[in-house]
């Protein structure tokens, strides 16, 4: 085992180092992806209150809300540039209380939910 690999790296770096460089890529997206899908499938982790830290992504995978049902619920034009905001940014760019908008994303859930038969 230890010949052949002296031997790739000897007669073929480039192509040693590339593979090794798609094999660690592999194991990072494929850990990443594996601690995202054991995260989201804790239902404590689903339907979370709205806390002010908490990003638009977050509270969309959190209420199973899309990009196209949650981006006019927060008042966030679609087309603009994607910049980091909070809910609680979003709350007092509107002039509303977190609580409301919790309600507003509640209610958007459950229309939402009702459309796809869950």
């Given at each position: 085992?230890?010949?052949?690999?002296?031997h790739l790296w000897t007669h073929h770096r480039l192509l040693?180092?590339?593979?090794?460089?798609?094999?660690?890529?592999t194991a990072f997206f494929?850990?990443?992806?594996v601690r995202q899908a054991?995260?989201?499938?804790?239902p404590a982790h689903l339907d979370q209150p709205l806390e002010p830290w908490m990003p638009p992504n977050y509270v969309g995978m959190s209420y199973g809300l899309p990009p196209e049902v949650?981006?006019?619920i927060l008042g966030l034009d679609a087309d603009g540039p994607r910049q980091r905001i909070t809910m609680g940014e979003v709350a007092a760019a509107q002039g509303i209380t977190l609580r409301e908008l919790q309600?507003?994303?509640e209610a958007a859930?459950?229309?939402h939910r009702a459309a796809r038969g869950d």
């Open positions: 085992m230890l010949t052949r690999l002296r040693t180092l590339l593979f090794a460089a798609a094999l660690a890529a494929g850990v990443r992806t054991i995260y989201w499938a804790d949650l981006i006019p309600s507003r994303i859930a459950q229309a």
